[in-house]
């Protein structure tokens, strides 16, 4: 589901009637390469979705309905930066970037062999948040970024990387996968992590 406009995946076979095979069913994702050839998305994707479920189907003329669960492969990506130093804070002087080799899925929604992809910010805003302090008020600055990442998995987390573009600093670095998981929480231990990581399709992460 979500391949119709193909802006933002591609179906890699042109699926004949009685000839294509369901292995030969492979979606791949848009991607653009800068002057160094590396991969890069630096768009918010389009959701894409994954269902498989079987049907019996008999000679009886007439309309039939299934319910089939989908899988959103696509997930958006929230990341605040909170200055606590009072200094004023410009986003635009952060490069926000997830790194994972996530953009071709088989028929069965696993992952097949594919390029590093960097996923960049497509959003990027400066705020200010205000902190009420023993009667005071402290504002304090915020930068947030908004990025759009493929499935992610649990065995092979994706890479968070934040950097200041102007001395080229990490300011965070963390393995994005195993950091949602943390939050996973007590109603939700019986999931697998798989499972759970497939269900969510926002994370917001805050860091100080």
Known sequence: GGLM???????LV???VGETTLQEVQVKMHRKYNENGEAIVDEDLLPLYHGSMPIEVNDEEGTYRHTM????NTNSVRILLHEMSGQQMDADQYIFEI?????LY????????DEEITYSAWYQQTGIADIEESRTITAVSVALAELTVGRMMADKSPILYVRNRQTGREVVRIPLAEYALLVKGKYREQMSNQEYLDRQDEYTLTFF
């Open 69 to 72: 669960s989908l899988t959103k």
């Open 106 to 113: 088989n028929w069965d929604n696993s992952l097949l062999g």
């Open 99 to 103: 790194k994972d080799e996530n953009g």
């Open 5 to 11: 406009n193909e802006e933002s995946f591609d179906l």
């Open 14 to 16: 042109d699926a004949k």
